[in-house]
Every structure is written in structure tokens, then in C-alpha cells.
């Protein structure tokens, strides 16, 4: 069983950072995608950012320019970089990786941006 632990959410003033970090069980270089997800109060899961197998990157409108995906494949580890956050960054954050078709879901981090 593929086991993600997210890591690095807190309370952030509009305008900061946070870097989160997603703890894979195995080998992400196995993965054919692996993303960050959020979702926040009374809204649909959407996604923020997803890297693919050979490193190509797509991200969401709102996060483009401001968002950015790393890989540390020796530690298994994908990060998601947030800059320039925003009160409507408030989510809950989820990782995901994908093995063509098994998907897999961390537990989630929040995240919380004060204005």
C-alpha cells in the first residue's frame, strides 16, 4: 500500500510562503504523476500543480507564476513551493500519485492564509 505524507501547512500572512512536502513510501520516479490538490470549505477538490514521470509540469491558473513543483527522487519526496499566497489559498492541500490508474491520496495539510 502506496502511503503519501504531506507535511509544511500552517497559518501564513498574506503574502508569505510555505513550502509543503509530500513523503512518498516508494519510489516516485514509479509514478507516472504526482500532484497537489486542495480543497477548501464547502468547495470540490481542484487541482494546484502535477508533475509527470519525466518532469513536465502543469498547474492551475491561479497558481501559475506564484506556485512551483520540485523533486527530491533519492528521498521520494515532491514539494510544492507557494509564494505570494493569498486568502484564497485556504485549503486543505492533498497529495496525489498516480500509477497508471491506482490513485493514491495523502491525508491532507492545511493551509491558512490571513488577509
Known amino acids: 500500500q502506496v502511503q503519501l505524507v504531506e507535511s509544511g501547512g500552517g497559518l501564513v500572512q498574506a503574502g508569505g510562503s510555505l513550502r509543503l512536502s509530500c513523503a512518498a513510501s516508494?519510489?516516485?520516479?514509479?509514478?507516472?504523476?504526482m500532484g497537489w490538490y486542495r480543497q477548501a470549505p464547502g468547495e470540490q477538490r481542484e487541482l494546484v500543480a502535477r508533475?509527470?514521470?519525466?518532469?513536465?509540469?502543469n498547474y492551475a491558473d491561479s497558481t501559475e507564476g506564484r506556485f512551483t513543483l520540485s523533486r527530491d527522487i533519492a528521498k521520494n519526496i515532491l514539494f510544492l513551493q507557494m509564494n505570494s499566497l493569498k486568502p484564497e489559498d485556504t485549503a486543505v492541500y492533498y497529495c496525489?500519485?498516480?500509477?497508471?490508474?491506482?490513485?493514491?491520496w495523502g491525508q491532507g495539510t492545511q493551509v491558512t492564509v490571513s488577509s
Open positions: 496525489n500519485a498516480d500509477r497508471f490508474g491506482d490513485t493514491h
Open positions: 516508494e519510489n516516485i520516479f514509479s509514478f507516472n504523476v
Open positions: 508533475i509527470t514521470h519525466m518532469g513536465v509540469t
